[in-house]
């Protein structure tokens, strides 16, 4: 049947009526991948002497994600990439104590990164 059904493909690549012939429809048009939205609620949801868990929620508009990007920085100094996380949260360990820190999610695929999401600030 495998064998057959390969044929079949073959046989009636790019031609519409041959497809019809079959039962087939003809094959849809690929959409555009976009670039995700802005990653929403992002929120501390416990935090510990030098690890701290966020979670957040999908973008609303925009392409699907394939991965989120959580970032952080002290006031005044560049972001810096500090995770990534296929899922909405992530564990961030490994965190300087004392020090006010801001992080913020970013969702990606393909077609690139979205708009950051809001900062939370913390200090562990």
Sequence with gaps: MKKDLRYAELETRGKRGKL????WSAPREK?????????RDIAIRAEGDTWLV????????GGAPAAYKVQRKKPDSAWELVATSMELETLV??????LEMQFRVVAANKAGEGQPSGVVNVVL
């Design 54 to 61: 966020l979670d957040w929620n999908p973008p609303g508009d």
């Design 31 to 39: 959409a555009a991948l976009e670039p995700p939205g802005e990653v």
């Design 20 to 23: 019809k012939q079959l039962g």
């Design 93 to 98: 360990s490994g965190q300087p104590r004392g």
